[in-house]
């Protein structure tokens, strides 16, 4: 690329670029074949030898998902906790953020190390006591519970992203702000937020994709049918109905596709996301 | 030269006055501290509740019979869960699984994820567009992408078998099995390590990859030489990462093999999984909980340090 002679460097580019296309065709192969299989009548979804681009497409799989098995009540289900999520946990670990990078007090470095410590343990180390928990604050079995336990369990990271980014804004600005007489709340949402823009957007994007793909603790702690998220009811109605391929994957598809949309939209505050956080952490 | 020797230390001074802290009056002071607490208390007091009092109490359930019926008492067992643990050859086989699962997923994610970086840190076409084909299986459910690699390898009718006129039993038998589990782990981790070694790869100074190239070095000498030491921490990161990652599989073996066949692909978290909420033992459930968090504690410590010596060693 650097230096030689332009002819050889065309050709290692066309090698790249071939490389390159080759693996993301396989990469891609799973999904292209279960959107074949979602739109495949039911009776063909195993035929031997497999129809690779189904030969009668049929689009009652999405209807059948959406209507007489309730995808569309999951899917607004899933919504909603993930909505509500990422909204409590944008506010609340954004306040805790500014408090750790603008504030000294007693206390300080103990609080922030405990927060690490949330940081580290595995989620799963404490699916048996948060059960405990949720059963004693019935919580079990609503939405509402899944919304307070995820919105703790994304606490801890967004509040180190936020604090990282809120350290980076000049004091200068804070202390004019302070000489025109505006108070910490005034400064927080009039100065800290709409310069944050960028960090925010990406523990959005973080948070709602965590929310909406949960799925252990939502297997746990829901039974009621009504309640299900869409991560549950897909697993739940493979379990039930181990052949419907095509039922199965239609529901996946619409399972998946916000979140591809989303992914795609925002592309950029991703990427940039996943390398600040590597490079702080 | 003499310019900037000059001006350096001009604004280091001013820089310092900016930093001193201004003389603040005590009532103003304490004024500040309480509106750090009132920033801090709502997220703590929910962070406290959700996860640092399970993380206490995932400990103290672990040290008892745990009864799950209101009004009666658990009885104390002290350490017993956890010697019950050791010589439980199901926690074993959970082990060697999840270690297996780890060492074929976590060097395959380095080296493939690498590689494809590598490929895509060039002015090349359709740059973004791969990155995010590359991306798109990371941000997929575990839900989806387990239940679709369950229908992939199905022996009769499945689509591997199909297409490479196999007949393998992939998910009747335990190291096929095994093997189906990690193929999944390398697919959808590829593009997260990708992503975090591309950024590292654009960071690393140009000059230094041309200085090398002028010396007349091969690219993958270069990539040794220049790249490589340069990405040292993000690899560690990404390693460590990893390896957390690789010992908490859950969902994929909870969906595709249930552990099954025979309890043979259990791993330590679906058994954890199965024995707190199918046989309702949280006792040991929450035991083999700690000493996976234990395991997964020690090994990051470890790398930490195996990871550091080298560059210690030079400074």
């Known amino acids: 690329m650097v230096v030689g002679n332009p002819r050889r460097a065309r050709a290692l580019l066309t090698v790249r670029f071939v490389v390159l296309a080759l693996g993301a065709f396989i990469l891609m192969v799973p999904f292209l074949y279960m959107l074949s299989t979602s739109f495949k009548p039911n009776s063909v979804v195993l035929e031997i030898p497999p ?205 998946i596709v916000p979140a591809i949309a989303i992914f795609v939209a925002f592309q950029r505050q991703f990427v940039s996301g996943l390398a600040t956080g590597a490079l702080k952490a | ?135 798109v299986p990371v941000v997929t459910s575990w839900v989806v992408v387990s239940l679709l690699f369950r229908y992939l390898f199905i022996t009769e009718g499945g689509f591997v078998n199909s297409e490479l006129h196999l007949h393998v039993n992939w998910l009747g038998q335990r190291w096929t099995a095994m093997l189906v589990l990690g193929f999944l782990g390398i697919w959808k981790g590829i593009g997260w390590s990708m992503v975090i070694f591309l950024g590292a790869l654009q960071s690393v100074p140009a000059e230094l990859k041309e200085a090398a190239a002028v010396d007349g070095a091969k690219a993958w000498a270069r990539f040794r030489a220049v790249s490589l030491p340069a990405m040292r921490p993000v690899i560690a990161f990404v390693t460590i990462l990893l390896v957390i990652g690789g010992f908490n599989v859950f969902i994929s073996v909870y969906l595709i093999t249930q552990g099954g066949p025979l309890q043979e692909t259990q791993v330590l978290l679906t058994y954890m999984y199965q024995e707190a909420f199918s046989y309702l033992d949280f006792g040991y459930g929450s035991a083999l909980a700690f000493i996976l968090t234990l395991i997964v504690f020690v090994l990051a410590l470890v790398q930490l340090r195996l990871f550091r010596r080298p560059s210690e060693a030079r400074a």
């Open chain 2, 1 to 135: 030269m003499t310019a900037s020797s000059s001006s350096t230390p001009g604004s280091l001074g001013r820089s310092a006055a900016a930093l001193r802290p201004r003389r603040r009056t005590a009532s103003r002071r304490r004024r500040e501290v309480l509106s750090a607490y009132l920033f801090l208390a709502p997220g703590f007091v929910v962070f406290a509740t959700i996860i640092l009092y399970p993380i206490v109490r995932a400990f103290q359930i672990s040290l008892y019979q745990w009864s799950l019926v209101p009004g009666t008492a658990s009885k104390w067992l002290g350490l017993h869960n956890y010697g019950r643990a050791i010589h439980d050859p199901l926690f074993w086989r959970g082990l060697e699984n999840a270690a297996f699962y780890m060492a074929l997923t976590v060097p395959a994610q380095i080296v493939l994820g690498m590689a494809v970086a590598v490929l895509l840190d060039a002015r090349i076409p359709g740059r973004g567009f791969f990155r995010a084909v590359y991306y």
């Open chain 1, 51 to 255: 129809q690779l681009v189904p030969h009668h497409p049929t689009t009652a799989n999405y209807t059948q998902a959406w209507t007489s098995n309730r995808f569309g009540r999951y899917f607004l289900n899933s919504l909603f906790v993930a909505l509500a999520t990422t909204a409590l946990a944008l506010l609340l670990s954004s306040m805790m953020a500014y408090a750790f990078a603008r504030f000294r007090f007693p206390g300080r470095n103990v609080l922030f190390a405990l927060l690490l410590i949330g940081l580290m343990v595995p989620a799963m180390m404490l699916l048996i006591p948060q059960f405990l928990l949720a059963k004693q604050l019935t919580l079990l079995n609503s939405l509402w519970g899944l919304i307070v336990f995820y919105t703790g369990g994304n606490l801890a990271l967004n509040t180190f992203l936020l604090r990282a980014f809120f350290q980076d804004i000049p004091v200068e600005l804070e202390e004019a702000m302070v000489v025109d007489g505006a108070g910490p709340w005034k400064r927080f949402w009039r100065l800290i937020l709409p310069l944050s823009r960028p960090a925010l957007a990406i523990v959005c994007i973080f948070t709602f994709l965590a929310s909406w793909d949960e799925f252990t603790w939502a297997l746990t702690t829901i039974n009621d049918p009504s309640k299900y998220t869409l991560p549950i009811a897909i697993a739940l109605f493979q379990g039930q109905h181990s052949t419907s391929w095509g039922l199965v994957f239609a529901a996946s598809t619409i399972a």
